[in-house]
């Protein structure tokens, strides 16, 4: 079992910047790769980053060049800096991990979520 949590989110104004973390706890070893998505009021959860364990990155459009993922493995922790955020950045940000027990089954982890609101 993997046991994921967020913090750093918050009250943001437009053109700020925020930065999330998650830390990991549990079977951490198992963890593949970890990831952000984010959920606004009325829309579909949408994948924003991933990292794999080695750290080869991947962005939505939607936050390519103004979000940045990275991750601490002696820590166990995955980072999302986020800049130039506007009201369309508001939703309840989550930290997701992909792991693999020992028969190679997929797992899937998610944290509780973090709260970032946009707005002067």
């Known amino acids: 079992q993997v046991q994921l949590v967020e913090s750093g989110g918050g009250l943001v104004q437009p053109g700020g910047s925020l930065r999330l973390s998650c830390v990991a706890s549990?079977?951490?070893?198992?963890?593949?790769?970890m990831g952000w998505y984010r959920q606004a009021p009325g829309k579909q959860r949408e994948l924003l980053a991933h990292i794999t364990r080695g750290g080869i990155t991947n962005y939505a459009d939607s936050v390519q060049g103004r979000f940045t993922i990275s991750r601490d493995n002696a820590k166990d922790t995955v980072y999302l800096e986020m800049t130039g955020l506007n009201s369309e950045d508001t939703a309840v940000y989550y930290c997701?991990?992909?792991?693999?027990?020992?028969?190679?089954?997929?797992?899937?982890?998610w944290g509780k979520g973090t709260l970032v609101t946009v707005s002067s």
């Open positions: 997701s991990a992909l792991a693999y027990a020992d028969n190679g089954a997929r797992l899937d982890y």
């Open positions: 549990g079977t951490v070893s198992s963890i593949s790769a």
